[in-house]
């Protein structure tokens, strides 16, 4: 089953180190989250490797966007869920790798290496020495921050400020309301991350939303959605997806509210705000 996953992942995909890594985790599963983990895999068509290969990302991106199948979600849809931890070697070199599988909202999402895998990424001859589970994916666990009702009229929600002219400047959709004040803070306070005055303006109105103008589509991912990414110049939390391109973030810790560019080509660089960078994006197609 697994197997054939990878196959459909295709070649191109998945590098022969992922691909086992993921084989020795579908081993230590139960059958069910086999057949879930191998659906998942099956459909995996980006992957990103950021810092020479600390952290591997695995999407499904149709139209632009990440979409997941909701079918194939493992029941446990914590936030953030580490897995598994894999300790393995490489014949004739001498480190021990650690690989962290992790799970976000019940979809595989990441492999983070240490150290970085990318001078193994073609070997598939590792010797594995131990495979921890630190959870289980089928155990009932929703999402602390559900995602709200999705498509709330667009024409008729009431924005307000500078977020107001969106509405007949772009089509809106996929609106999803504001978490409430109690779980708005509780929120801001688990993200170690200054983030920017614009976003927390935004998700004060909406907690996500999907903006498209007359050139390409923006989903911003509202304070529930945002997660961290471990890259070669630090973490960062993901704001929203600008179509096929890549994501805006933001630097965890004190970064003063920045607003950082991460390409899905790997690319990395800091843009003019939250708000110019998405208007700029809808409108003209350019990061």
Request: net charge positive; proline share 7%.
């Amino acid at each position: 089953m697994i197997r054939e996953a990878l196959r459909l992942a295709g070649f191109q995909a998945l590098k022969p180190l992922e691909r086992r890594l993921l084989e020795e985790l579908s081993a230590r599963l139960g059958p069910g989250a086999q057949k879930l983990l191998a659906a998942q895999i099956g459909r995996i068509n980006l992957v990103q490797r950021h810092g020479k290969a600390t952290e591997v990302c695995l999407y499904r991106v149709l139209f632009g966007s990440v979409r997941h199948d909701p079918r194939y979600r493992f029941p446990n849809q914590s936030l953030e869920c580490r897995l598994a931890t894999i300790r393995f070697r490489v014949p004739g070199m001498n480190p021990v790798w650690v690989a962290d599988i992790s799970v976000v909202r019940g979809f595989l999402f990441s492999i983070d290496f240490r150290p970085p895998a990318k001078p193994i990424l073609n070997r598939s001859d590792i010797e594995v020495e131990h495979v921890k589970i630190h959870e289980s994916p089928m155990e009932e666990k929703p999402a602390r921050y559900p995602e709200g009702p999705r498509d709330l009229d667009a024409a008729t929600f009431p924005p307000n400020g500078w977020f107001a002219p969106w509405r007949d400047r772009y089509r809106l959709s996929n609106v999803t309301p504001p978490l409430a004040a109690a779980e708005r803070e509780r929120r801001l306070a688990e993200i170690d991350a200054s983030l920017p005055e614009d976003f927390l303006f935004l998700v004060s109105q909406t907690d996500g939303v999907t903006v498209e103008g007359q050139c390409s589509r923006a989903s911003i991912l509202g304070l529930a959605a945002t997660y961290a990414v471990s890259l070669e110049n630090g973490r960062h939390y993901l704001l929203a997806q600008l179509g096929d391109q890549g994501y805006l973030g933001t630097p965890a810790g004190n970064g003063g509210g920045r607003v950082v560019f991460l390409g899905f080509d790997g690319s990395f660089r800091f843009v003019d705000g939250f708000r110019p960078a998405v208007q700029r994006f809808v409108e003209t197609g350019v990061v």
